[in-house]
């Protein structure tokens, strides 16, 4: 005579045990959430190029950082990570203002790239997010040379 286990005991431990390790699985949330910014930005906001209409350039002004260079920015004041840093006399396109002129959308090349091909000089048919190819980023007014 052989003696059978009853299987609902059985079955029942495997599926508690499945649930208890699944539970384990899963990392507790961090006690603080600013660790986890390290090098990343906490908000982005692309620079809007063609606003000023589709009969102008992308973006109306070019301009070069003023000497002592400038930090580029992800976003309008989301100062806590630097994209890049800029040498003075840097060339860079204007392409929107935020917060009255307190900062400003650029869209500059990357160094040994031609600045014509980061398509800016031309119209677009209506106000749209850059894509590339160039770099594109936030600085604060009055780092830059207007019209330089």
């Given at each position: ?10 079955l029942c ?21 600013a ?17 000023e209409?589709p ?15 400038t ?29 009255n ?21 031309r119209s ?22 207007l019209?330089?």
């Open positions: 005579m052989t003696s059978r286990l009853p299987l609902r005991p059985l431990t495997f599926v508690l045990s499945a649930l208890v390790l699944a539970g384990c699985s899963q990392p507790a949330p961090p006690l603080d959430n660790k986890l910014a390290g090098g990343e930005p906490i908000a982005t906001r692309a620079v809007m190029i063609g606003t209409g009969t102008l350039p992308a973006c109306s002004s070019i301009s070069r950082v003023q000497d002592g260079g930090d580029v920015y992800w976003a309008p004041d989301e100062t806590r990570v630097v994209k890049a840093r800029l040498a003075g006399g840097t060339p860079v396109s204007l392409c929107e203002a935020a917060e002129d307190a900062w400003f959308g650029i869209v500059f090349a990357a160094p040994g790239t031609d600045k014509d091909l980061c398509g800016i000089g677009v048919a209506s106000a749209r997010e850059y894509q590339g190819p160039c770099r594109w980023g936030w600085i604060r007014g009055g780092t830059v040379r019209g330089a």
